[in-house]
């Protein structure tokens, strides 16, 4: 079975600092993509950054990075120089075909993220 | 003007009573989604569609069911609301030829069943 984990519910980080924030994930697939997804108080999802499995570097993207770890099966999220306009709830997210053919899309539980001034 | 639009954006009714949500996209995407969001419980796929002739069921079909009336348009339907059913659900497109599928979300739609 594939699972996404989120362990950290809440988190704030002061303006212009750094902020990590964590996911782990399961599965017995070896092909398969992962997303960190934003949702600020508009509640409208955001795609923040994506992973493909099969890369091993880290994708960027402005202040967003990720730390992707494909043996310890983590994926998380560092956000550097965070601006009020970070806080948002963070949802990791992870897509696989399976090899018996059926798709997966799975969200974590989520982090809520406040930035303060 | 929005690629993923969804109707009603909030919606109270009563519990049996048969509801629909409605979707319609303009990104030209094949494939569409429904999620429903639950605090503490992050997205669940309820239903997918991969082309108008195709319908697959996600996590947590029970008590819905959709109906692909056009590429654009994706609804889903609670036949006989229940509270539990209450919750922010979501529309998502994703195009079929882009590799990464990453996935364009509406703008929501809060159900609540009394």
């Known amino acids: 079975a594939q699972t996404v984990t989120q362990s950290q519910p809440e988190m704030s980080v002061q303006e212009a600092e750094t902020v990590t924030l964590s996911c782990t994930y399961d599965?017995?697939?070896?092909?398969?993509?992962l997303f960190w997804y934003k949702q600020p108080p508009s509640r409208q999802m955001i795609l923040v950054i994506r992973?493909?499995?099969?890369?091993?570097q880290n994708a960027t993207e402005n202040r967003f990075s990720v730390n992707f770890q494909k043996a310890a099966k983590s994926f998380s999220l560092k956000i550097s120089d965070s601006q009020l306009g970070d806080t948002a709830m963070y949802f990791c997210?992870?897509?696989?075909?399976?090899?018996?053919?059926?798709?997966?899309?799975?969200f974590g539980t989520g982090t809520r993220l406040k930035v303060l001034a | 003007d929005a690629d993923v639009t969804q109707t009603p954006r909030n919606r109270i009714t009563k519990t049996g009573k048969r509801i629909m949500l409605e979707c319609s996209q303009t990104?030209?995407?094949?494939?569409m989604y429904w999620y429903r969001q639950d605090p503490g419980l992050g997205l669940r796929l309820i239903y997918y569609?991969?082309?108008?002739?195709?319908?697959n069921k996600g996590e947590i079909s029970d008590g819905y069911s959709v109906s692909r009336q056009a590429q654009a348009k994706f609804s889903l339907s609670l036949e006989s609301a229940i509270p539990n059913q209450t919750a922010l659900y979501f529309c998502?497109?994703?195009?079929?030829?882009?590799?990464?599928?990453?996935?364009?979300f509406g703008p929501g739609t809060r159900l609540t069943v009394l």
């Open positions: 998502a497109t994703s195009d079929l030829d882009a590799v990464d599928n990453e996935q364009f």
């Open positions: 599965t017995s697939e070896n092909n398969y993509y």
């Open positions: 992973q493909e499995a099969y890369k091993q």
């Open positions: 997210a992870f897509l696989v075909f399976t090899t018996s053919g059926t798709y997966k899309y799975i």
């Open positions: 990104k030209g995407h094949d494939r």
């Open positions: 569609s991969f082309d108008v002739k195709d319908i």
